[in-house]
């Protein structure tokens, strides 16, 4: 295979309830998945970062619309927190720890406060994934997620689409909220030439 390794076997997946589904074979050289995924949680952090920084005042970025639970303020912490908790404490054994009811409960906070959250989880991705090995990514994820277990890189290209989605949720309520057609050059593709 010439360097290239097969990281997601063809496994068996465990959904809630025991049921249990064949995964794809997925083929790609395991050091490029961790600079590749690592490009991708920084593109789409410091997006956010950008993102926050585009709100006008601290207040407006805790407020949302009829139907929408959660603010931008709520996104951008969620977002920190998940990078923080599942790279660094699980995989890279930071010490941090979560307090995720937190990050959906808050309703006010200042932009700068989610800015630096976002930066720690931007400084856990470029530290923490560099360092897995093509082993590290073979391996189940060592948490359960969502009562999912799945091999720990198909967890992590769902945790970078995950960012993705709550990036384009934060974008799109600031855009509402505001009446703003400003972009904040969401999912740029110039982080990701080589």
């Not at 949680?41 to 970025?61: A, G, K, Y």
Request: proline content about 5%.
């Amino acid at each position: 295979m010439g360097g290239w390794k097969m990281f997601c076997h063809s496994e068996l997946m465990k959904k809630p309830g025991g049921a249990e589904h064949q995964l794809p074979r997925i083929w790609y050289h395991s050091t490029m998945l961790t600079a590749d995924l690592t490009r991708l949680f920084v593109r789409e952090l410091e997006t956010f970062q950008r993102e926050v920084e585009m709100f006008p005042d601290d207040q407006s970025l805790w407020k949302t619309l009829p139907g929408v639970a959660n603010s931008a303020g709520n996104l951008g912490a969620h977002l920190a927190g998940n990078v923080q908790h599942f790279i660094g404490a699980i995989l890279g054994k930071s010490g941090y720890v979560r307090h995720r009811d937190h990050e959906f409960s808050r309703r006010a906070g200042t932009r700068a406060e989610i800015v630096a959250d976002l930066q720690a989880a931007i400084d856990a991705a470029k530290t923490y994934l560099p360092a897995l090995t093509p082993a590290d990514l073979e391996r189940e994820y060592p948490e359960s997620v969502g009562g999912v277990k799945m091999a720990t890189g198909l967890f992590l290209m769902h945790l970078a689409s995950h960012a993705a989605f709550h990036l384009g949720q934060a974008d799109y309520l600031r855009r509402t909220l505001l009446n703003d057609a400003r972009t904040a050059g969401t999912l740029p593709l110039k982080p990701l030439e080589k």
